[in-house]
């Protein structure tokens, strides 16, 4: 088992990059999710080629970064997709995923999410839980993220999230309100596990 931090959404890179600074993932959870990669890896190159000359959110250096401390199966995905979208960039091949492309990417988006962050699929638990205390919930890991795991700060979560929606803005007043307070434990497994299913139902 290795420690992992995610950002699901990058999906791209490594598994650095696929789940929470406090969860480690199997050799066997890994290697599976490298498989659903490599299945897509031409429609992800093309829109991450896109990103980085149209959005121009995202340089590939940002994302040869994401790709650093990767176990042996994601190198070999890694310098794969990285080469793709260098290619695709040089020779223009950005242009919009068609609708079955982005339903493509979608579904393996999923699949990942089901592997790595398991309560992402129990729709029983989600709909037990409210957002009030999914947004507790997701402070109280944000909190500890800030001051123990030392790997953010509270001003760069407000740049990242903070003004893009009323609830964001929400859990950074927690967030600072947590850290206030000293109330930055880790989340328990079960807590966790539950911070997934909140994820999947809220986001």
């Given at each position: ?44 190159a093309?829109?991450?080629?896109r ?9 590939v ?22 080469r ?33 962050m ?6 029983a ?34 740049k ?41 139902k809220?986001?």
């Amino acid at each position: 088992m290795r420690k992992i931090i995610l950002i699901l959404v990058v999906f791209a890179v490594c598994l650095a990059n696929v789940a929470y600074a406090q969860r480690a993932v199997s050799s066997e959870d890994i290697k599976k999710v490298v498989a659903i990669r490599m299945r897509v890896l031409d429609i992800s190159a093309r829109y991450w080629a896109r990103r980085i000359m149209i959005t121009k959110d995202t340089t590939v250096a940002q994302l040869d970064d994401n790709s650093q401390d990767a176990s042996e199966e994601e190198t070999v995905y890694n310098e794969k997709f990285i080469r793709q979208i260098k290619e695709n960039i040089k020779n223009g091949n950005y242009a919009p995923l068609t609708k079955e492309e982005e339903e493509k990417l979608n579904d393996a988006r999923l699949e990942i999410r089901s592997i790595v962050m398991p309560g992402t699929a129990d729709k029983a638990l989600q709909a037990e839980l409210t957002d009030e205390y999914c947004l507790n919930l997701d402070a109280r890991y944000w909190a500890w993220r800030v001051v123990v795991d030392d790997d953010t700060t509270v001003e760069e979560l407000y740049k990242n999230w903070g003004k893009s929606t009323p609830r964001n803005k929400k859990i950074i007043g927690l967030i600072k309100e947590n850290i206030k307070n000293k109330n930055t434990k880790p989340l328990s497994e079960t807590e966790l596990y539950t911070k997934d299913a909140c994820i999947a139902k809220y986001k």
